[in-house]
């Protein structure tokens, strides 16, 4: 396929099409007339070879291509958008805009919440969303990270894709104040035999894949998507739950739990911020991506880099 060939505004008409699957509404949105409209869709038709938009009844269904294109669209338009919006300076205490973060609870509550302040002290008109990193993240990396400005994740998760290193962290355990069978240590045993809290996500997978190589096999009670939630659903019981220490030490305050240290040596957790390599040389993404770094440094003198032991 010859890219210098394509009207990339097609792709603005395609992604407008597939999602209203109305010709009308689909230039009402994109500002194109119906005949204008229409003939985008001719246009694509050809280049596509399929209908792409069927009719039934008085209405339009996607064709199974256009099912397939309608996320692979959304993608390729959101990729386009940033290209186009790079920026050669970046001045942060002028400049108005909003950047889109994956992370889970766990980064939010240890690492960006305290980027946001620096944010807000240095850059008054920059937004930060944070969107919980969803479960495709592993398989859709790089369609992930087309559609939004960074990552936080540890190392070991996904690779392939340029990253800088944030802060360090560690593995511990949560046990209830007034556990019946854990005292002043956790032993193996109890690894094996206790029931179970557990974060649902791969984020932890080294974790636990160092967990099965050492032959224990979590006995998992509950499960739930959220790591802040942790403390609260080990208090009162008898199970327990791996978490980071950085946040175990924000969390416990709120909940009547102990945290202890495994009963092995755990791996070490390297937060990291990840990006797409269409943004590596854009200047608002530098900028980002140095603030971040600064942030981290800050978090990793503060507490050190094994998070307080």
């Known amino acids: 396929m010859n890219l210098a060939r394509l009207d990339l505004n097609l792709v603005v008409a395609l992604r407008a099409l597939l999602e209203e699957r109305n010709v009308t509404r689909a230039g009402q949105r994109v500002g194109l007339s ?32 256009g099912q397939v294109l309608l996320d692979r669209t959304s993608t390729a338009y959101d990729l386009l958008e940033r290209l186009f919006a790079s920026q050669a300076d970046f ?23 305290e980027l946001a302040r620096v944010v807000h002290a240095e850059a008054p008109g920059i937004r930060l969303r944070f969107t919980q990193s969803p479960p495709t993240v592993v398989d859709d990396t790089s369609a992930l990270l087309s559609a939004t400005d960074g990552l936080f994740m540890p190392h070991g ?25 854990v005292g002043d240590r956790l032993t193996r045993r109890n690894l094996a035999e206790l029931p ?14 160092q967990l099965g190589m050492l032959g224990v096999e ?15 659903l080990v208090a009162g019981t008898r199970r327990i739950a791996l ?14 739990v102990r945290v202890l240290e495994p009963p092995y040596e755990a ?6 911020m990840w990006w797409h390599p269409v943004h590596t040389h854009d200047a608002a993404h530098i900028w980002l991506r140095e603030t971040a770094a600064r942030v981290g440094r800050r978090l990793a003198g503060e507490r050190g880099d094994d998070a307080g032991r």
Do not use: C, N
């Open 34 to 65: 119906q005949p204008a409209m229409s003939a985008a869709l001719a246009r694509l038709r050809r280049h596509f070879d399929d209908d792409l938009l069927a009719r039934v009844g008085g209405h339009y269904e996607l064709t199974a291509l």
């Open 91 to 113: 001045d942060p205490a002028r400049e108005s805009r909003e950047f889109k973060l994956l992370a889970s609870d766990y980064a939010v509550a240890v690492f960006g919440a």
């Open 157 to 181: 998760v996904i690779s392939g894709f340029p990253a800088t290193d944030l802060y360090r962290d560690r593995w511990v355990f949560l046990v209830a104040d007034d556990h019946p069978d």
């Open 196 to 209: 179970w809290v557990t974060y649902q996500r791969t984020y932890d997978a080294p974790a636990v894949r």
């Open 218 to 232: 979590p006995r998992v009670e509950v499960s739930v998507d959220s790591f802040q939630l942790l403390p609260l």
């Open 243 to 256: 978490i980071q220490s950085r946040l175990a030490h924000l969390m416990t305050p709120l909940a009547a």
């Open 267 to 272: 791996v070490p957790l390297r937060e990291a």
